[in-house]
Nanobody
Framework: QVHLVESGGGLVQAGGSLRLSCAAS????????MGWHRQAPGKQRELVAG???????VYGDSAKDRFTISGDSTKNTVYLQMHSLKPEDTAVYYC????????????????????WGQGTLVTVSS
């Protein structure tokens, strides 16, 4: 089995910074892409940023110029560095991973199409 475990959320003042981490646990052969979405109270979940195994990145409008996504494939971990945080960034941030292939003694095994973490709360005070 594989799980996504997020960390790094918390309370920060406006203008501050936070770094979120998401690690995929389990015997993993490969992950095609990982990313972050967020959901504020009363709003739909939205893309924050994503990164492929090749290093290509995509950002949602809210993240451009303030957030940076990076990954460490050796650790199956993705990071989201957030700067200049605003109260409107307050949300539960969810990590997701796409096309996760498990490792077996015979090579690549089962592939999970998409997995989500439990979410980590980021609160930005004004």
């Amino acid at each position: 089995q594989v799980h996504l475990v997020e960390s790094g959320g918390g309370l920060v003042q406006a203008g501050g910074s936070l770094r979120l981490s998401c690690a995929a646990s389990g015997s993993i052969f490969s992950i095609d892409a990982m990313g972050w979405h967020r959901q504020a109270p009363g709003k739909q979940r939205e893309l924050v940023a994503g990164i492929t195994s090749g290093g290509s990145t995509v950002y949602g409008d809210s993240a451009k110029d303030r957030f940076t996504i990076s990954g460490d494939s050796t650790k199956n971990t993705v990071y989201l560095q957030m700067h200049s945080l605003k109260p409107e960034d307050t949300a539960v941030y969810y990590c997701n991973a796409v096309d996760i292939t498990m490792a077996t003694s015979d090579g690549p095994g089962r592939t999970y199409r998409e997995l989500w973490g439990q979410g980590t709360l980021v609160t930005v005070s004004s």
